[in-house]
């Protein structure tokens, strides 16, 4: 069975809906290579860490050297500087880079945060940080300061209709107009959340 959260997120800028300003501000900054630490913001399911893998693929990262990071288990200051450690590697094979995204990143301590100041501000030619937060006021003012910051919204509801029908045609579900309003508003902006509902009601 499908598990249409996961195999309808998008692996390309092209698939990412209702974020166009988060989506121009980062393809301007990766071709300028004005940045290579990045502080996506945003309520849940909206795209943070998919816009992340993204761009860590634009910045020329292979899978394989992208380290993912779930902040809320690896909060201390020991799982950092291990991080750090790692990523003063270069990556073996065709790869350019390795990257660094850490999800529900506010929830790092202060004493990581600050060990890894420098390696934000200055990180090695060949490496990147991709930092997610659904609580921007929570990461620390001299992190904020060393990232490009990128705000992703809600999305709006026609963009949430187009992305329901295209999944409804995919998969060839038959589903009730009032089930369809009903998907869409209980998700209320999340694309991620409206693929669970959607999943619940086939």
Not at 2 to 12: G, K
Not at 97 to 111: G, L, W, Y
Not at 157 to 166: F, H, W
């Amino acid at each position: 069975m499908a598990v249409l959260h996961i195999d309808y997120r998008p692996d390309s800028l092209e698939g990412v809906v209702g974020q166009d300003a988060a989506i121009k501000s980062l393809s301007g900054l990766i071709k300028r290579g004005e940045s290579r630490a990045f502080l996506l913001s945003g309520p849940s399911g909206v795209g943070k860490t998919t816009l992340a893998r993204i761009a860590a693929r634009m910045l020329g990262c292979a899978d394989k050297d992208v380290l993912e990071i779930d902040a809320a288990t690896h909060t201390g200051i020991d799982s950092m500087r291990a991080v750090q450690e790692l990523i003063q590697y270069r990556p073996f094979g065709k790869s350019k880079m390795r990257a660094v995204i850490i999800d529900e990143c506010h929830a790092v301590s202060k004493q990581a945060w600050q060990s890894m100041l420098k390696s934000i501000e200055e990180p090695p030619a060949h490496a990147a940080w991709l930092l997610c937060t659904t609580e921007p006021g929570k990461v620390p003012q001299t992190i904020k300061t060393r990232c490009a910051a990128l705000a992703l919204r809600l999305v709006p509801e026609p963009e949430m209709r187009k992305l329901l029908a295209r999944v409804i045609d995919a998969e060839k579900i038959k589903m009730l107009p009032e089930v369809r309003d009903a998907v869409i508003r209980e998700a209320e902006g999340s694309p991620r959340q409206m693929l669970v509902n959607m999943a619940l009601c086939r």
